[in-house]
């Protein structure tokens, strides 16, 4: 039985976003403003099918995918770049690997207690960020 992601989380902390934000390369300006944002996620799971929407007052960012099936992902309004992203279970936890022009790009998604975790690699970086349900 899987883990249910399912519901509204709200950001409550995170660590090093500053560094994953660098390694995407994303810009002074656009760093000051996204590291202080508290973003909420909506986690739609209907078996393997998940949709995941992310919202703040700055950028929006929505993904659908099923578990096993790659699809092309385009960062639209993160750091725009494309890459081909699959997600799949680790136990309890969801893996996504995000090939394309930066490596050892991916995140996971797991549950614990009432709090959502979700790990943002990029190259060097790993950028935590914890969220409780609304
Ligand atoms: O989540 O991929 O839940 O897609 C990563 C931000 C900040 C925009 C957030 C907007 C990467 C400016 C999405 C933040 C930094 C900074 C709210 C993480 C890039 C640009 C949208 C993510 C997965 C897993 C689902």
Known sequence: MPADFNGTWNLVRSENFEGYMLALG???????????????????????SFTISTTSTFRNYFVQFKIGEEFEEDNKGLDNR??????????????????????????????????????????????????KRA
């Open 82 to 131: 494309k890459c081909k992203s699959v997600v799949t279970w680790d136990n309890e936890k969801l893996v996504c690997v995000q090939t394309g022009e930066k490596k050892n790009r991916g995140w996971t998604h797991w549950v614990e207690g009432d709090e959502l975790y979700l790990e943002l690699r990029c190259e060097g970086e790993v950028s935590t960020q914890v969220f």
């Open 26 to 48: 994303i810009d002074f300006a656009t760093r000051k403003i996204a590291k202080m944002l508290k973003p909420q996620k909506v986690i739609k799971q209907e078996g393997d």
